[in-house]
Structures are given as structure tokens and as C-alpha cells.
């Protein structure tokens, strides 16, 4: 067993090598280039997502609005307003299309699940993670790594999100200031939570939420909006298509 200090330990200096591999990756036959041949019909996929992370005091970008500090290391939502900072996630990476219906990625039943496609397998992928740099500066150095692959824009470029507006106009203006087209999907995951989380708003006793959940999930990816009846009333995104 591995004591809590250990793993912290352990998960920084494994931290420290990742910024080491791509260096010595950028210049060398493995650094992804910009793709030939098929290759150059493949999708270029960017994907960003970001969680808020407790910090002390200091380590915060902006001081947290003055509160006494409450006993317990754990806080509860109303007290880690303001105390968090964001740390973020990109990956960048090359997939052949793959076309898939909603029956492939969400079926209803065997026969359905029998049947299912697979989905488009990554390839040269690229991550970075960074809890110093904001959103933006994550953004910039993502579309710099696309811009290797793809200098002419010449492939489709696919972005997923989690949903989070400001993310959404990070990658909006970025893509409006480098001329390049971008779609914009929000990631499956994120959407199931979202659905989810308004069933339990809009139907806290009902036994059949899930059932709800799943039909609203289906209708989503079949391109139908759901009922106005089991819409969230705030939602989490706002569409972005371009």
C-alpha cells in the first residue's frame, strides 16, 4: 500500500517527463508532420477539457474572496467559489472517419449491440496538461500543434469540448484569427451528464429517468432536439458550429 504523500510523489515526477518526451520527440522522424497521401483525408481531432482544482491561498491567480477557512480540508461547493484554479487538458491527434449511427453508439437493445460499428481509433496523439497556463494559452499552443499537421488547413478539423462557454469562445476567436474552419462537438460523456442532471431536476421522483435520459440521449444523436419537456432550463452550452 502506498501512503498519500508517496502518491503525490509519485504523480509529480511522473508529471515532469511528459513535457521531456514531446521535446525530445519536436525535429525527430516521430514528431507528427503534416499528413500525405490518404493520410491527408484523415480527421484532424482536437479535444479540451478542464476540472476546477483546490488551491491554497497562494497558489490561486486571483485572491479568493475573504472567508474564514472552514475546519475541514474538504469544502463544500459554496466555499470553493473562488478558491479553485483550472487545470486543463488538450490532446491533438489523427483518426480515419468512421462513420456510426446513434444505434452504434447508444443501443437500445442485443440485437442492436451485436451489430454496433466501432468508432475512429486515435492516432499520433499529442496531450499536454497544464495547471499554470490559462485556457487560452492552452488553446493557442493546441491550434499550434494542429497548424504541424494541417499548415494549409486542408483537413477537417474536429474540435470536442466538454461544454464550458469560455472554452468555446477561446476556440471560436482562435480559429477566426488563424482562418481556419472548425466543428465543434460536445463530448458524449458530458452530454449524458448534463441530460442526467436535468432529469434529476426536472424529475426527482420519477422512477423512469433513466429511460427518459436514454431517449433524450438517442433523440440528441439522431440529430432530433428533445421535448421541450425534458430540456434543462439553463443549459450548460450554447451551440457552435462553423
Not at 56 to 65: D, F, K, Q
Not at 184 to 191: L, R, T
Request: proline share 8%; aromatic share 4%.
Amino acid at each position: 500500500m502506498l501512503g498519500t504523500r508517496q502518491l503525490q510523489e509519485i504523480a509529480i515526477e511522473a508529471a515532469r517527463d511528459i513535457r521531456d518526451f514531446y521535446d525530445q520527440r519536436a525535429g525527430s522522424a516521430e514528431e507528427p508532420s503534416a499528413a500525405v497521401g490518404a493520410q491527408g483525408r484523415h480527421l484532424l481531432v482536437l479535444s479540451i477539457d478542464a476540472t476546477g482544482v483546490n488551491m491554497i491561498p497562494s497558489g490561486l491567480r486571483t485572491p479568493a474572496p475573504p472567508r474564514p477557512q472552514p475546519p475541514s480540508a474538504q469544502l463544500s461547493s459554496k466555499e470553493r467559489t473562488g478558491r479553485t484554479r483550472m487545470a486543463c487538458v488538450t490532446a491533438c491527434y489523427d483518426a480515419a472517419p468512421a462513420p456510426r449511427t446513434a444505434a452504434d453508439i447508444l443501443p437500445r437493445d442485443a440485437t442492436e449491440r451485436a451489430e454496433r460499428k466501432k468508432g475512429p481509433a486515435a492516432k499520433n496523439r499529442h496531450m499536454d496538461a497544464s495547471l499554470e497556463h490559462s485556457a487560452i494559452t492552452m488553446v493557442t499552443t493546441l491550434f499550434d500543434q494542429a497548424e504541424r499537421r494541417d499548415p494549409e488547413h486542408l483537413r477537417r478539423w474536429i474540435v470536442l469540448v466538454d461544454g464550458a462557454n469560455h472554452q468555446l469562445d477561446c476556440l471560436t476567436q482562435e480559429a477566426e484569427r488563424r482562418g481556419v474552419s472548425i466543428d465543434i462537438i460536445v463530448d458524449f460523456v458530458h452530454v449524458l451528464e448534463y441530460l442526467w442532471k436535468a432529469a434529476d431536476d426536472l424529475h426527482p421522483t420519477q422512477p423512469t429517468r433513466a429511460t427518459l435520459v436514454q431517449q433524450a440521449a438517442r433523440d440528441l444523436l439522431e440529430g432530433h432536439a428533445p421535448p421541450r419537456d425534458r430540456r434543462p432550463a439553463r443549459p450548460q452550452a450554447r451551440p457552435h458550429r462553423r
